[in-house]
């Protein structure tokens, strides 16, 4: 049951298609009355540089950061939006994972036992990724190899156990119109609702 969900957006430009996207993600949860912990990185002014502290267990001193992971861990449901910038999130998500998804909460090491591979704490959970991108599919699977994929699918969902997720490319942003976006959207919302089960209003 899905009841609470954490929404991250990863980008700077305020009427991009990217923030239409978030806010349609927060509307249909909303909707379906998911309790939503919304965040726009740019607008909270997130510190994505990792503390000399943080690379350990210690909890972090910053009460932002201290926020976002109280709210990993209570969410049954991780949306994350962003573009496809140079294969990579924008380096303001890339900070959030490094400061947010780490040690001990979502993630862990045996201390008996260096070589051992970790532990994922997420494999509860759900979640979806939305990004767009100006690189066809063709290219970006044949030429690239498809790096988000690899990097969300493998690198931070499969390191934390997190098993029940789907990501969503929207193609090709700078030539599409207001149909075309409108139709997107409305499939945003669509993939939302069908991923579980919401709470009865």
Known sequence: MIKTASVILAHPYKKSFNHAIFDT???????????????????????????T?????????????????????????????HPNWWGQPPAILAGYVDRVIRPPHAYDFDP???????????????????NTSNTDAARETGYFHDPLESLWGRCVFGFCGLENYSRRMFRIISESDDAQRKGW?????????????????
């Open 25 to 51: 993600s927060v509307k249909t949860l909303t909707d379906l009355g998911v309790h939503v912990c919304a965040h726009d990185l740019y607008e909270e002014s997130f510190n994505p540089v990792l503390t």
């Open 53 to 81: 502290e943080e690379l350990g267990k210690q909890p972090t001193k910053d009460p932002l950061v201290s926020k976002y992971v109280q709210e990993l861990i209570e969410s049954d449901l991780l949306i994350f939006i």
């Open 112 to 130: 008996n036992d260096s070589s051992a591979a970790p532990w994922g704490k997420l494999t509860e959970k759900g979640a979806l990724v939305f």
């Open 185 to 201: 959207l409305a499939e945003t919302a669509e993939i939302i609702k069908n991923f579980g089960d919401y709470p009865k209003k």
